[in-house]
């Protein structure tokens, strides 16, 4: 079965300071979506990624999937205390939707 | 337009008990999933519902199970609560199938005890 592995599981990040977050997949990904969860609520759409190659931007949110379409990354530019939360990647598996277990990010001011 | 309403919130039972946890999707959405949220797992994958029949399950017990109405609402039910069964239930609704792009409710935390 696909699984997906997100990297870092945790991340600090001083305030201003770029990050990355990674999301990889054992198989090929055909839809990769971005979720940003604020703590123990629902999750928020951020971005959907299905070419190999795309890349999307959405005010200092960057994502990209890679050629192979195995791996995507959420590039984070001047991050802010608004950013901070749970990240997660989600991949088209089925008919249906499958997370990885996401990428906790605290923002120091 | 109003967004993806979960009920309760907050819940508290204790094993054996069962329960039944409400979503309305937004206005026009025909998909419902159901995703549990615990620490250790993660979110994992439910079921879907799709103009009142179930299009999708993932594998967890017959203990749980849910329902789509008319008005494209769900419901999903637990019985025969069992402690690990404490977590956040997530539902999410999409105009289409569960692949497209899904809006997520608040949540219902419920705490077997």
């Known amino acids: 079965s696909q699984e997906l592995e997100q990297s870092p599981q945790s991340l600090i990040v001083q305030e201003g300071k770029n990050l990355t977050i990674n999301c990889t997949s054992s198989?090929?990904?055909?839809?990769l979506y971005w979720y940003k969860q604020k703590y123990g609520e629902g999750l928020i759409f951020l971005m959907m990624?299905?070419?190999?190659?795309e890349e999307k931007s959405h005010e200092k949110i960057t994502a990209k999937l890679d050629e192979k379409k195995q791996q995507s990354s959420l590039h984070i530019t001047a991050s802010q205390p608004s950013h901070a939360g749970i990240y997660l990647c989600?991949?088209?598996?089925?008919?249906?939707?499958?997370f990885g277990k996401g990428t906790r990010l605290h923002i120091l001011p | 337009k109003a967004g993806v309403t979960q009920t309760p919130r907050y819940l508290i039972k204790t094993r054996g008990q069962q329960v039944t946890l409400s979503c309305s999707p937004i206005?026009?959405?025909?998909?419902v999933s159901w995703y549990q949220q615990t620490p250790g797992q993660g979110l994992q994958f439910l079921f879907e519902y799709f103009s009142e029949t179930q299009r999708n399950k993932g594998n967890f017990p017959g203990r749980f199970s849910g329902r789509q109405f008319s008005n494209s609402r769900s419901e999903m039910n637990v019985s025969t609560l069992e402690l690990g069964d404490s977590a956040l239930y997530l539902c999410?609704?999409?105009?289409?199938?569960?692949?497209?792009?899904?809006?997520f409710g608040a949540g219902t935390r419920l705490s077997v005890l």
């Open positions: 198989k090929t990904l055909y839809g």
């Open positions: 206005s026009g959405h025909r998909s």
């Open positions: 999410a609704s999409s105009f289409t199938a569960a692949s497209n792009i899904q809006y």
């Open positions: 989600g991949a088209d598996v089925d008919d249906k939707i499958i």
């Open positions: 990624l299905q070419k190999g190659g």
